[in-house]
C-alpha cells in the first residue's frame, strides 16, 4: 500500500484523509482520543447518558463519555474522564483506573477509546451535559441493567456496543480476573 497522505477536507473536530488507496477519518484534538467512564453509584446503580446523536438521527444511550484534548492540548485519560463525568452525570469520582485502550473502528477512524473505571462516586450536580448537549441520565439497578438497555433498543434507542464490555469491567478486569 502507499503511503502518500492527502487530506480530502477538514473541519473543527474531523479531517477527512485518503491514505493510498484508502479513506478514513481522523479526530483533530487529543490525538485521537475519548474515554469512556464506567460508573456505578453508591447505591450500585449503573450510570448511562442518554442523547440525540446527529449522524445516527435517533437518540442513543451511551456510559458517559467524551474527547481528550477538546478543551486543553495537555489534558490526560483520567482528567478526560473525570470531567466528562462530572459534566455528563453530576457525579465526580474518588478514584479513577484505567483499564484498556483500544481502536473504536478501525476501517474507518484513528480513533481510540480508553475505558476507565470510575470508584468511590460522590453526587456533585445535576449532569446533563454543557452546551447544546442535552443529556438525561439514567441511573439504573446493576442487575437490572441489561434488561433496561434491550427495553430501551425496543423502543428505538440506538445503543452503544461498547455498553456491554462496560458492563463486563464492573466486575472483571480486562484480563478476566475480579476487579477488586
Known sequence: MSDSRQILHEGH?????????????????????????????????????EQYRIPLGARTIEMPAGLVGDERQDDSLLEAARRELIEETGWAPGRLELLLTGPTSAGLTNERIAFVRARDLVRVGQG?????EAITVHAVPRQQAPRWLMQKAAEGYELDLKLWAGLWMIEHNPDGSPAT
Request: glycine share 14%.
Open 13 to 49: 473536530w474531523l479531517r477527512l484523509v485518503r491514505i493510498g488507496h484508502w479513506e478514513s477519518c481522523e479526530r483533530v484534538h487529543g490525538q485521537g482520543m475519548a474515554v469512556i467512564v464506567i460508573a456505578v453509584t453508591p447505591a450500585d446503580e449503573v450510570l448511562f447518558v
Open 128 to 132: 446533563g451535559g454543557i452546551g447544546d
